[in-house]
């Protein structure tokens, strides 16, 4: 059984960068489906970026396309988020997430909060 553990959230400025981590252990996340999904105060969780067990390809929400990119590290079994030109609207709590077949995993989450 895999584990995921989030780091990298924290409180950053409108237009500022930040990148988020997803590191596991247990397993390789690789031969997982990976993605980001978020969940803002008082709203749905929302998927945000996903990228194949492959790597071929990756997809996103509407919302982060041109300002978010994510990544794998094989050789560091980790599933990266990276978070440019945020904004407000931004704020959640990120989750990342390894899916494959019936198995579905889940981390405990960072808060990102976007404000001046």
């Known amino acids: 059984q895999i584990q995921l553990v989030e780091s990298g959230g924290g409180l950053v400025q409108p237009g500022g960068s930040l990148r988020l981590s997803c590191a596991a252990s247990g397993g390789i996340v690789s031969i997982y489906h990976n993605k980001w999904y978020r969940q803002a105060p008082g709203k749905e969780r929302e998927f945000v970026a996903g990228?194949?067990?492959?790597?071929?390809?990756?997809n996103y929400a509407d919302s982060v396309k041109g300002r978010f990119t994510i990544s794998r590290d094989s050789a560091k079994n980790t599933v990266y988020l990276q978070m440019n030109s945020l904004k407000p609207e931004d704020t959640a709590v990120y989750y990342c997430?390894?899916?494959?077949?019936?198995?579905?995993?889940w981390g405990q989450g960072t808060q990102v909060t976007v404000s001046s």
């Open positions: 997430n390894a899916v494959r077949n019936v198995e579905d995993y």
């Open positions: 990228i194949s067990w492959g790597g071929g390809s990756t």
